[in-house]
């Protein structure tokens, strides 16, 4: 098996990051994952042939072990955990922001204003879940300042799971309203999963944006003296 570590060395000489072929470019890592109607493992051949650098899987017995393909335990949370490490690395802010409505839009808006700014990099599209979060993260280019990253969810816990891949230094919610409430379970379930950006960012210092005329907002903020 082939470790994170080897895996992140082969991504920075990669040209892009996709789990789609129908995106793969001469130099691109291509994640094999799989979902409920799909296996991926089943496109890394292909990927290969269209130019891919890497392919990352978990069956090997649908891929030759060669040069360029990396062989895992799981391949979504290799992704995740590459992510993660990417992360790391980075020397310039991570805004991460949530809410029940707006968060494309308020991203956009973020991103208009901090683009004017600095070298801003912000989630595409509704990239903003398990997988998408982790994508928008090893896209970011390199020479970036700023980084804006969008989280969905519609459970409790994922926003929290998405907060440890992102490390973000700056958090928001939009708002708070009745989306997603059979997952989360009701409104209070809603509250208690968004604020989970909140209860993060408390625990390990960072900044909350709040708008203080939300009262469910102000309501949900844990003690906290980084807040703005």
């Known amino acids: 098996m082939n470790t994170i570590e080897e895996i992140f060395e082969a991504f920075l000489v990669s040209t892009s990051v996709t789990t789609d072929t129908r995106n793969i470019q001469k130099g691109t890592m291509f994640f094999a994952l799989k979902g409920d109607r799909f296996d991926g493992n089943t496109f890394a051949k292909e990927a290969l042939s269209k130019g891919a650098r890497y392919v990352v899987i978990d069956?090997?017995?649908?891929?030759?072990?060669s040069d360029g393909v990396f062989i895992v335990d799981n391949v979504l949370l290799t992704l995740q955990g590459l992510a993660r490490k990417y992360r790391s690395t980075f020397d310039f802010p991570l805004l991460a922001l949530t809410g029940s409505n707006g968060k494309t839009t308020t991203k956009e808006l973020a991103w208009a204003v901090m683009s004017t700014i600095?070298?801003?990099?912000?989630?595409?599209?509704?990239?903003n879940n398990h997988i998408g979060v982790p994508l928008t993260i090893l896209s970011t280019p390199p020479n970036s300042e700023f980084l804006i990253v969008e989280m969905g969810a519609n459970h409790q816990g994922e926003i929290e799971f998405l907060c440890n891949i992102a490390d973000p230094d700056f958090v928001m919610i939009t708002n708070i309203g009745l989306a997603h409430l059979e997952g989360f379970g009701g409104l209070e379930g809603i509250k208690k999963g968004k604020s989970e950006i909140y209860r993060y960012a408390a625990k390990y210092k960072k900044t909350i944006f709040l708008n203080a005329d939300d009262e469910d907002l102000v309501a949900l903020l844990p003690k906290n003296d980084n807040v703005k």
């Open 118 to 127: 600095k070298a801003t990099y912000a989630t595409l599209g509704n990239f």
């Open 59 to 65: 069956n090997p017995d649908l891929v030759d072990s």
